[in-house]
């Protein structure tokens, strides 16, 4: 049963969430920011146009994020005022109340996502670990996960770059996720997934431990500056594999790109290497090559900002091989986290791609210590 006093908190948290969003400064912002996109002009530098159509999309976004809030609130309102009178039933008071507490919640969530990358879309990498048949079928059961995820959010997945393990699974595949903060979503991914189960490829059915590194950069888009070096830049060309039309294993269309990347700090070098498979078009696999190579020099000038933030870097947890941010452990029915101690014993759900508990979870806890850097 909803009491008055959940209902008064209700109010409260929406009235704070409007000065803590700053609504009517974005109502201002947004007509002067709409006034801008009415000039005759404005589609001439279409990369100008597309940066200030974001600005807009997002000042729209939270209003209306609000203004739901808004109105979810006085729903409940209404529906306590209709149960005192007999035309409501507690059930639908309860029902109204979740709505607005889920909604709360979900705007909440994504105002720790106030980063310039975590707006963007992401790419993400997953690597089988050692551990050959085993450790390359959980790398294939990390990639249906994250489709399935990406699939709930509405978002859409390309595979870039897919290299397929000796018996079953895969050794290692590139994929790009379009959508709106998907990287902000998805950067808690970052790091080494750990599985145990009683393997179905050990002849024992003995308990093994499997491993498999997923990285996370965010997708440039055109509104994004990164600096590229051409001279830096080699290409090598080579066929693609796996299932297809004529050209396939006929034509060089895949493409294989290496980048001597300095450090500015360091003056370290290193070689950054980029297979691109998506198409048969040579040249557009060059360009989205491109693309995610200037994701990951965007990726690094990222880090070495954070780098810089000493307070917010001492706050973080490092990601190497070896410190698995998260266990799978299939027998025991448990996934957790280890750096929120979330966890769950519904395995399934999550391999089905119910993973927003668990980014959540890191969001509240280092959210806002990402946000303030």
Known sequence: ????????????????????LDIDTKRIQLQ???LRTADPNFWEDR???????????????????????????????????????GVASEDELDAAYAAAISHFEEVELRNMLR?????????????AGAGGTESQDWASMLVRMYRRWADKQGYRLTITNWIDGEEAGIKTVTMQIEGEQAYGFLKCENGVHRLVRVSPFNAQGKRMTSFASVFVVPLVDDTIEVEVNPANISWDTFRSGGAGGQNVNKVET??????????????QEEEILIENTETRSQTDNRENAMRLLRSQLYDKELERRRRAEAEVEASKKKIEWGSQIRSYVFDDRRVKDHRTNY????????????????????????GEQEAKS
Do not use: H
Request: aromatic share 8%; proline share 1%.
């Open 1 to 20: 049963m909803i009491t008055t006093e959940q209902i008064n908190a209700l109010r409260l948290r929406c009235e704070a969430l409007g000065r803590y």
């Open 32 to 34: 002067e920011e709409e």
């Open 47 to 85: 990369k100008r146009a597309e940066a200030q159509m974001r600005v807009v999309g997002e000042l729209k976004r939270w209003i209306t994020a609000y203004e739901t809030a808004e109105r979810l609130t006085e729903e409940v309102v209404v529906a306590m005022d209709f149960l005192r009178e």
């Open 115 to 127: 980063a310039e990358e975590d707006a963007l879309g992401a790419v993400l990498k997953i690597n």
């Open 254 to 267: 895949g493409v294989r790109l290496r980048y001597i990347y300095r450090d500015p700090e360091t003056g």
């Open 343 to 366: 966890q769950t014993s519904n395995v399934g759900a999550v391999m089905d791609g119910d993973i927003d508990g668990f980014i959540k979870a890191y969001l509240m806890e280092f």
